[in-house]
């Protein structure tokens, strides 16, 4: 891993991410720690996360991992907790963390597996706007959700990702208006990125990956520390500070319908 | 023979839209959204309405939404479940009971507050699940479009489905450009002309139906 450093855009901050331990999470966290924030890799297996959170700290950052199953409220309480013992304080939670069954298919065949998606997705945003608020407004800080452009477009393979991911936007607004006044900001990045999930998804549908680089302007798939950390880094810190309720899509030009 | 619609929903506007479209010749059954949130019960009383109405042309469902304005701090879990949650799951139930009694030529339409888009301090719950069924739609579009089932939402004024303390929630600078925010009278004839097979060329859209507020794309 990388030591290189930033130049301190979050410097005494301190952030949250679920899903932590790998991807996206593992990528925001990564470039948040670099611009100088103390990041909690929260993840719902310890012995994935905390050797993320090693490198990290081998690497001169302030780093941890707690143990979190998002879908349980109590372990998202425990995670919060475990910052603000530790570091004091929480600037940014990040909900990053997507589980349960979305398997590319019919929307007639969608079962009750799927109730696991909307569970670490739609309840957990909820349970961790609940939990986070406090410490949000005592530090001014942000929320930030991770949603997909298959909520805006709708998504012939994955209804019901598309449902969740866009009803995780509407939340965004919402919050943003109610939180507003208590000087908390609320945003959204709709990322396209190797990660693990996406490697898999390649390997399941061959054609994916040339799909999408088909409608992709710059003609790569983002990565997740270079590509999407610094669009996190930027909504978590000053130069975002008056920019609320909006989604980013960080997917190299594939998706222009905002 | 008039339109065969199916209509889910509850409240007054529910209840007027039925009224003003049988009005406009529909056949009108309706499905109380509560037994939607079992898989069994959507299928049972899907089944019994296309059986009444012998097949199902229209499927109509407005978007049930909770009394009053709750801060989502102030929000109880089983609140959020039954304002967020159950309303996408019983959207999903209530198309997967539809597919099989919709053929070439029907349509559904989704009816949403505008705060899907734009969302609505002290209607988090219901804004999110609207923008949900919104993209639900949409998949719907995409995936039974081959059949020539078409699909389409209809985005009303918050304060229709919300009630009148949502009717600041839309953060638009001016009020309607047609002086009025709509009634169940004005969005009768926008689902019957969605209905109308010279609308089948539309599918996945949105319209917005609230006299002229929310004007973004």
Redesign the interface.
């Given at each position: 891993m990388s030591t290189d450093r930033g130049i301190g855009l979050l410097e005494g901050r301190v952030a949250l991410i679920t899903g932590g331990a790998a991807g996206i999470g593992l990528g925001i966290a990564t470039a948040m720690a670099r611009e100088g924030a103390a990041v909690v890799l929260a993840a719902r297996r310890i012995e994935n996360g905390e050797p993320a959170a090693e490198a990290l700290r081998d690497a001169g950052h302030r780093a941890l991992c707690v143990r979190c199953d998002v879908t349980s409220?109590s372990d998202l309480e425990s995670a919060v907790a475990t910052t603000i013992d530790r570091f004091d304080r929480l600037d940014c939670f990040v909900h990053n963390a997507v589980g349960g069954s979305a398997a590319p298919g019919?929307?007639?065949e969608?079962d009750?597996g799927?109730?696991g998606l909307?569970a670490t997705t739609?309840?957990a945003s909820?349970?961790a706007?609940?939990v986070a608020?406090p410490h949000l407004a005592a530090a001014g800080g942000s929320f930030l959700l991770l949603t997909s452009a298959?909520?805006?477009?709708?998504?012939?393979n994955?209804?019901?990702y598309?449902?969740?991911?866009?009803?995780?936007?509407?939340?965004?607004?919402?919050?943003?208006?109610?939180w507003g006044p208590d000087g908390i900001r609320v945003n959204c990045i709709a990322p396209v990125a190797r990660t693990p999930a996406m490697e898999r998804a390649y390997r399941a549908n061959p054609e994916l990956e040339e799909r999408l680089l088909g409608r992709t302007p710059l003609r790569r798939i983002g990565d997740p520390t270079g590509d999407i950390g610094p669009v996190a880094v930027f909504l978590a810190g000053d130069l975002a500070r008056f920019v609320t309720?909006q989604t980013i899509v960080v997917d190299g030009g594939g998706f222009l319908g905002l | 023979m008039g339109t065969r619609t199916l209509l889910c929903g509850v409240g007054s506007l529910s209840d007027d839209l039925i009224a003003r479209l049988r009005a406009r010749g529909h056949l009108v059954e309706a499905v109380d959204p509560s037994v939607l949130v079992a898989r069994a019960d959507a299928g049972s009383a899907v089944d019994a309405v296309a059986g009444s109405l012998g097949a199902v042309d229209l499927v109509v469902h407005v978007l049930a939404a909770p009394d009053g304005p709750t801060p989502l701090v102030d929000l109880s879990t089983d609140a959020w479940v039954a304002a967020c949650e159950d309303p996408m799951v019983g959207a999903l139930h209530l198309l997967q009971a539809c597919r099989s009694h919709l053929g070439a030529g029907s349509r559904i339409v989704h009816v949403v507050p505008t705060s899907a888009m734009g969302g609505a301090p002290g209607f988090a719950a219901t804004s999110t699940a609207a923008e949900g069924l919104r993209a639900l739609n949409k998949s719907v579009a995409r995936q039974w479009g081959a059949d020539r089932i078409t699909t389409a939402v209809v985005a009303v004024a918050p304060e229709l489905l919300l009630g009148p303390a949502a009717s600041s929630a839309g953060g638009a600078l001016t009020g309607p450009a047609l002086g009025h925010t709509g009634g169940a009278d004005d969005l009768a004839g926008i689902v019957d002309a969605l209905a109308s097979p010279d609308a089948a060329f539309t599918t996945g859209s949105t319209i917005v139906a609230d006299g002229g507020t929310w004007m973004a794309p």
């Open positions: 409220r019919p929307l007639e969608v009750d799927w109730l909307l739609v309840r909820f349970d706007a609940q608020h298959a909520g805006m477009e709708g998504s012939a994955l209804p019901v598309a449902m969740v991911k866009a009803s995780q936007r509407a939340l965004a607004k919402s919050l943003s208006r109610e309720g | -």
